[in-house]
């Protein structure tokens, strides 16, 4: 099984603290104050998960810029994770990170385009902070230019970074198969959502895999709402035979899934199943726990930066998948 990479947040997890007060002290910072006792603990952890602590030599004050470039952006969306990460990486790199949100308006979208290509940036990571595919990069200055989290719509030779949502989904229904649950049904998002449809996708074919019918009842559009996804739940939980597992396209529809199951009176794992997918901090919140698999907003966020900083790694494809990891928890 490929090695995840360890985060800034596992190391906060281990050690109960949180994630910006590890950031501060792996990268020297004292806008935060800590003891040494917590900053020894931080040092000695991310030693001992093998985290890579940075190593750069800087000289004089100036550093090679690489420009970010996304649709839109809050700070509430799973999506800051990879904008988080490719920032971080790019300064271990010895690159400044200049982040630009054009809120979806195309004017201040060249505009940017203007700015980055008479600012000397040395690169380009354009992105979408949900999966989708683009039209081809119009207006775009001719600098090394990675996508992330989307990709053309057009065969391209630009590199693509996106998450294996197809497998991701595939990964959560074979587990729950594993375990010895047949009548898994799943609550999607949006129907236009890319990331839904290949989880779906993911979901179908490891039911053929496993010569397990798909009853169509069994699949619903809980919208990415937690209202919809309690709802929908409901629905499900009526039908002759009741799902023994529910498969959820997001740990937050899980959490209106987990409302509906108490209502009837039911309980987790023992009458029925949950799996979510995004594996936010919420999944090890609720009770019982949320199995997960990991949307890796991290590594894609890390990937992007390294194409463009050219680190020596394997031949770039022009579509590079991030696979999740399945967190196995209380609800399956």
């Known amino acids: ?30 806008s935060i104050k800590v003891s040494d006792a917590t900053r020894i603990k931080v040092l000695n952890k991310a030693k001992e998960l093998g985290y890579a602590l940075k190593q750069t030599v800087r000289h004089g004050n100036t550093h090679p810029r690489i420009a970010l470039v996304v649709n839109s952006l809050n700070m509430h969306d799973p999506f800051i994770n990879a ?22 308006d195309e004017e201040m979208k060249q505009a940017i385009y203007s700015e980055i290509e008479e600012g000397n940036y040395q690169g380009l990571i354009f992105a979408s ?57 799943m609550i999607t998002g949006e129907s236009w959502s890319e990331s839904s449809i290949q989880r779906q996708k993911g979901y179908q074919q490891a039911l053929v895999n496993a010569d397990i019918p798909s009853h169509p ?48 009176g039911l309980t987790i794992p023992n009458d029925i199943a949950v799996m979510g997918y995004d ?18 907003y991290d590594e894609m966020g890390r990937k992007a930066v ?8 394997e031949e770039a494809l022009p579509l590079i998948k991030i696979e999740g990891e399945l967190y196995v928890r209380e609800s399956t």
């Open 217 to 264: 009842d069994w699949i619903v559009e809980g919208n990415w709402s937690v209202k919809q996804s309690y709802l929908e739940t409901l629905k499900l939980l009526e039908l002759t035979p009741r799902p023994d597992a529910i498969f959820c396209a997001s740990d937050l529809m899980a959490v209106g899934c987990y409302q509906a199951i108490a209502k009837k």
């Open 83 to 104: 904008i988080s990460a490719a920032k971080t990486r790019s300064w271990e790199l010895d690159y400044l990170l200049v982040v630009f949100d054009f809120e979806e």
């Open 1 to 30: 099984m490929r090695k995840k990479k360890v985060t800034m947040g596992d190391i906060a997890t281990a050690v109960g603290v949180s994630q910006p007060t590890v950031s501060a002290i792996l990268n020297g910072s004292d």
């Open 279 to 296: 594996n936010q901090l919420l999944a090890s919140e609720l009770t019982p726990s949320l199995s997960s698999i990991d949307l890796p």
């Open 129 to 185: 902070n949900t999966p989708k595919s683009i039209s081809p990069l119009v207006g775009a200055p001719a600098i090394p230019t990675v996508m992330l989290n989307c990709f053309c719509e057009t065969p391209s030779e630009i590199p693509a970074v996106v998450a294996a949502d197809f497998l991701g989904g595939y990964r959560a229904t074979n587990y729950l198969i594993s375990q010895n649950y047949h009548y898994i049904a």
């Open 306 to 313: 390294e194409l463009i900083c050219k680190v020596p790694m």
